[in-house]
């Protein structure tokens, strides 16, 4: 398979401070769909932070797309990242926006004008179980439905690469299941998903290789399930 990311000797860090990321090399193929796990503090956020070109690398290589990040125009910069669809925990929706223009913003961004694309929004909405709650700002929305609202925002563009932060940590079991089942429909028509979780349940109940990550270095780029008996206990 082809490499959609590409990650060699990279390394990762805050100002003057001390590298958070050190030497990490992986590649994850073209419509893969991997989990990110580690303890707390062992640099999956700024891992994420990354893939989903909200950072540079300090050094190393990070290629997206066949294309080194460090060596591509600044200007180029925002078509690139509109090709990733980006789940954080801080969920980064705009207050003054109900839950549906909160969704619909991608679309107005990339220029995707249509009659259609609120029908689809609250298609998506209905379906996260946020159908009583589109026209609602995000002030008045539990962290569970914002982090809905969040992840529907990620994939209305259907983007090539989806990263997600610990998507289903604030919903209850039913719908985690549901959110892990539409990221599963996107893989299945080509997205490469990549989720950094805690879950040991999520993994497990919906088993995909493991990228183990600790003090800021990969320790197995792609465990395999059936092999993570070592996971118990790893995780805070």
């Given at each position: 398979m082809e490499p959609i990311i590409e990650f060699s000797n990279v390394g990762l860090r805050y100002g003057m401070g001390p590298e958070v990321l050190?030497?990490?090399?992986?590649?994850?193929?073209?419509?893969?769909?991997?989990?990110?796990?580690?303890?707390?503090?062992?640099?999956?956020?700024?891992l994420l932070r990354l893939l989903s070109l909200g950072r540079l690398p300090s050094r190393g290589e990070v290629?997206?797309?066949g294309t080194d990040v460090?060596?591509?125009?600044?200007?180029?910069?925002?078509?690139?990242?509109?090709?990733?669809?980006?789940?954080?925990?801080?969920?980064?929706?705009?207050?003054?926006?109900?839950?549906?223009?909160?969704?619909?913003?991608?679309?107005?961004?990339?220029?995707?004008?249509?009659h259609r694309n609120e029908a689809?929004?609250?298609e998506l909405l209905e379906w996260v179980g946020l159908g009583k709650r589109m026209d609602a700002k995000p002030s008045t929305l539990s962290g569970g439905e914002q982090q809905r609202v969040a992840i529907a925002r990620a994939v209305i563009l259907n983007p090539?690469?989806?990263?997600?932060d610990e998507p289903t940590g604030s919903v209850d079991d039913a719908i985690g299941r549901r959110l892990v089942h539409l990221f599963e429909q996107m893989n299945a028509i080509g997205t490469t998903v990549i989720v950094a979780?805690?879950?040991?349940?999520?993994?497990?109940?919906?088993?995909?290789?493991?990228?183990?990550?600790?003090?800021?270095?990969?320790?197995?780029?792609?465990?395999?399930?059936?092999?993570?008996?070592?996971?118990?206990?790893?995780?805070p």
């Open positions: 050190q030497d990490v090399t992986f590649r994850i193929d073209r419509g893969a769909f991997r989990y990110i796990k580690g303890p707390s503090g062992a640099g999956k956020s700024s290629r997206l797309f460090r060596r591509i125009r600044r200007s180029a910069l925002p078509g690139l990242r509109r090709r990733i669809g980006v789940v954080f925990q801080d969920f980064r929706l705009i207050g003054h926006l109900t839950a549906i223009e909160n969704v619909l913003l991608p679309l107005h961004l990339a220029g995707i004008e249509s689809h929004v609250r090539e690469i989806l990263v997600a979780t805690h879950s040991e349940d999520l993994i497990r109940r919906t088993p995909h290789d493991v990228l183990m990550l600790d003090h800021g270095r990969v320790t197995d780029p792609g465990a395999r399930v059936a092999g993570l008996e070592g996971l118990e206990g790893s995780a």
